[in-house]
C-alpha cells in the first residue's frame, strides 16, 4: 500500500493538485494531510474543496496546523483580523471559507496515531504536544522529539523543510510543506510512503509548479489588497526558496510597526523583495532558466 504525505498547503491549490495527480500517477491508494491546509493564497476555498473531494474518493488521515487554529480562534472570537500586511491574509481566507470548512478544521486534532498498510504512525502538524514548535535536523530539541515518540515513525510538517531524519530505530519525515517550499523554486514537494511485509520504505518527491499563473492570482484576486506586504512576501518565498515572510515580519516588530503599512514598505525595500507584479512575473522568467524538467525525487529509502 502507498500513502502520499502532503503538508502546509497553505491555500496553493495548484500546488496541492500537481502533488495529488503526481502521488496518484505513482500509485498512492491514501492521503495523509498535516495541516496549514489554507491562509496564504488566493481561493481557499478551491483548496478545500480539492481536499473535501479526496477525502469522499480515498482513504484521507488529516491533523490540523496552527493556520486553522487561528481561524478557529478567530470565529470564537477570540481573536481579531483587520484589512493589512499583519493579519489581511488570514482575514481574506476567513472571508471565503464555508461552514463545512470549518466544521472540517474542528473535528480534527493536531496529533493522531493512525494504521498504514498495518503499522502504527504518528502524524502531527508539528509534534504530539503542539502546533507550532520548529524542529528540524541539527537542532537540539528535535532529539526530544525522537524520545517522545510512541512508535517508529513519526510524519510531520510546519518547517517547510523536506527531510528524513533517522535515530536508531526510529525515522522522522517530513514531505516539505507543498504550498511555500524552503530551499527550492519552482518544485512542490511531498512523500510517497509505500507498506509492505517487508517494511515501510520513502520516496521524497518534488513535482514542477509553474507560478506565473499563482504571482498573476495573488494580484488579481485581491489577495495582495487586503493582506499586503505579507502576501507578496509569500510570493518572494516561492521565488528565491527563502523565508521571506519571516525576515519582514521580524524586521517590522523590531520596529514596532505591525500595523503601519509604510514600515511594512520600507522594510520589503531594504530586503530587497520584489514587490510588484511586474517584478515578480521578471523574477520568475529568470528563475525558470535555472529549473530542470520534468519531476526530481530521491531514491526510494528503507526505513523499517
Same mark, same amino acid.
Given at each position: ?5 502532503i503538508?502546509?498547503?497553505?491555500g496553493?491549490?495548484?500546488a496541492?493538485r ?13 492521503? @495523509? ?25 480515498y %482513504?484521507? /488521515?488529516? @491533523?490540523?496546523?496552527n493556520?486553522?487554529? /487561528?481561524? !478557529? ?9 483587520f ?6 491574509? !488570514?482575514l ?6 464555508? =461552514?463545512?470548512?470549518f ?5 480534527? %486534532?493536531? /496529533?493522531?496515531? @493512525? ?16 502546533d507550532?514548535?520548529v524542529? *528540524?535536523?541539527?537542532?537540539e530539541?528535535?532529539?526530544?522529539i ?6 517508529? &515513525? ?8 523536506? /527531510? ?40 521524497l518527491?518534488? @513535482?514542477?509548479?509553474?507560478? =506565473? %499563473? ?12 487586503? +493582506? ?9 518565498? &516561492?521565488?528565491?526558496?527563502?523565508n ?12 514596532? +510597526? ?14 530587497? !523583495? ?14 525558470? *532558466?535555472? *529549473?530542470? %524538467? ?6 526510494? *529509502?528503507?526505513?523499517?
Amino acid at each position: 500500500m502507498k500513502a502520499a504525505v502532503i503538508g502546509d498547503i497553505h491555500g496553493n491549490y495548484r500546488a496541492l493538485r500537481a502533488c495529488v495527480e503526481d502521488a496518484l500517477s505513482l500509485g498512492a491508494e491514501c492521503f @495523509v494531510l498535516l495541516g496549514d491546509f489554507v491562509t496564504d493564497f488566493s481561493y481557499p476555498e478551491r483548496t478545500m474543496d480539492l481536499i473535501h473531494s479526496l477525502r469522499k474518493q480515498y %482513504p484521507c /488521515y488529516a @491533523v490540523r496546523g496552527n493556520r486553522e487554529r /487561528y481561524l !478557529l480562534e478567530r470565529r470564537e472570537g477570540k481573536t481579531e483580523f483587520f484589512p493589512g500586511s499583519k493579519t489581511g491574509s !488570514l482575514l481574506y481566507t476567513y472571508e471565503r471559507l464555508r =461552514e463545512k470548512d470549518f466544521t472540517f478544521f474542528a473535528g480534527l %486534532p493536531i /496529533y493522531d496515531r @493512525v494504521a498504514l498498510g498495518g503499522f502504527p504512525v504518528e502524524i502531527a502538524h508539528a509534534e504530539k504536544d503542539s502546533d507550532s514548535l520548529v524542529f *528540524q535536523p541539527g537542532q537540539e530539541r528535535m532529539q526530544d522529539i525522537f524520545h517522545a515518540m510512541e512508535t517508529k &515513525l513519526l510524519l510531520t510538517a510546519h518547517s517547510h523543510l523536506q /527531510y528524513m531524519e533517522r535515530h536508531g530505530e526510529k525515522v522522522i519525515v517530513n514531505p516539505g510543506a507543498a504550498g511555500v517550499p524552503m530551499r527550492m523554486v519552482g518544485r512542490s514537494p511531498y512523500a510517497l510512503l509505500e507498506f509492505s511485509p517487508n517494511g515501510v520504505s520513502c520516496l521524497l518527491r518534488q @513535482v514542477p509548479m509553474d507560478l =506565473e %499563473p499563482i504571482i498573476r492570482e495573488q494580484f488579481d484576486s485581491g489577495l495582495v489588497g487586503k +493582506g499586503g506586504y505579507w502576501a507578496i512576501a509569500i510570493l518572494n518565498n &516561492l521565488l528565491t526558496g527563502k523565508n521571506c515572510t519571516i525576515a519582514i515580519l521580524n524586521r517590522v516588530l523590531e520596529q514596532n +510597526g505591525a500595523f503601519r503599512e509604510e514600515v511594512w514598505a520600507r522594510c520589503a525595500r531594504e530586503l530587497g !523583495l520584489a514587490v510588484t507584479m511586474e517584478e515578480l512575473l521578471a523574477l520568475w522568467e529568470r528563475q525558470k *532558466q535555472s *529549473q530542470s %524538467p520534468g519531476n526530481e525525487s530521491c531514491e526510494w *529509502q528503507v526505513l523499517f
